[in-house]
């Protein structure tokens, strides 16, 4: 063992291995290890998830990361211009084979706008609480829509989430799962979330308030979830009109809500 090359391990092998290791890793890192090495990194395939989400230094990140690479790169001093520059940098990485976008609070409209058209094969995007705090987050809508093959969002703390949903039951015919984080679901939200009704599956709502009228809506509209969690949700009881609503979901956890 002592003897063995890592640069000669089998590219294939290598590749798999880089894959698992996020952005700063593969910038800064492994192509610091030998040429081999660097080429691997250079594989798409080590692209399809991009979490821009963990490099950013934020308190309200969970668990807090503290990256000395934003430090050195200077990117959330709000130079916009240098946001965009590493976002297409790291997105051209993939060579449009991302599945995978985790968005941080540095997006841009413009960035945005260029992750819609060079990552087509999206299937996963998390759109974390630091981005829907900027005005950015307002722009999210004009763009979902481009994700065709969409099938999973998660988001936390949207004030216009039926405005993000209406162009995915219009153009992500794959959608299947929403999570949803410290929102509250108003009347306008679980009409958007209804009009999913062919395609949702799955629908987590985490720490949300929304009335029981809008918990009843969901069920009544969404007869094809097999999993619905409301866990510690407020604004509603569960009785036994909602329990025989959600007769048919084969897991429906509803631990902590309240009234």
């Not at 004030?159 to 410290?182: D, G, M, V, W």
Request: hydrophobic residues 40%; charged residues 25%.
């Amino acid at each position: 063992m002592g003897n063995r090359r890592w640069e000669e391990l089998n590219q294939d092998c290598l590749v798999e291995v880089l894959r698992k290791l996020d952005i700063e890793s593969l910038l800064t890192n492994i192509p610091l290890v030998c040429k081999s090495w660097y080429n691997a990194s250079l594989d798409p395939k080590c692209w399809k998830c991009l979490n821009f989400h963990e490099l950013a230094s934020s308190p309200y990140l969970r668990p807090p990361y503290d990256s000395p690479f934003f430090d050195d790169f200077n990117i959330l001093n709000g130079n916009n211009d240098l946001a965009n520059a590493f976002i297409k940098f790291v997105v051209d990485r993939s060579q449009r084979c991302a599945t995978t976008l985790v968005i941080a609070g540095f997006f841009t409209q413009q960035s945005l706008e260029y992750v819609s058209q060079e990552c087509p094969e999206l299937k996963c995007l998390n759109i974390p609480m630091e981005f829907m705090f900027g005005e950015e987050g307002q722009h999210l809508s004009k763009f979902i829509g481009s994700w065709v093959n969409l099938e999973l969002l998660s988001i936390e703390i949207c004030y216009y989430l039926n405005q993000i949903l209406t162009p995915i039951s219009t153009h992500c015919h794959k959608f299947q799962a929403l999570c949803c984080r410290e929102i509250q679901i108003r009347d306008e939200d679980a009409m958007a979330i209804v009009k999913l009704e062919q395609k949702i599956k799955y629908l987590r709502l985490s720490s949300c308030r929304l009335s029981r009228e809008n918990v009843v809506m969901i069920l009544k509209g969404c007869r094809h979830l097999e999993l619905l969690i409301m866990r510690y949700c407020s604004g509603f009881n569960v009785d036994d009109e909602i329990l025989k609503l959600a007769s048919h979901i084969k897991t429906f956890d509803y631990q902590g809500t309240y009234a």
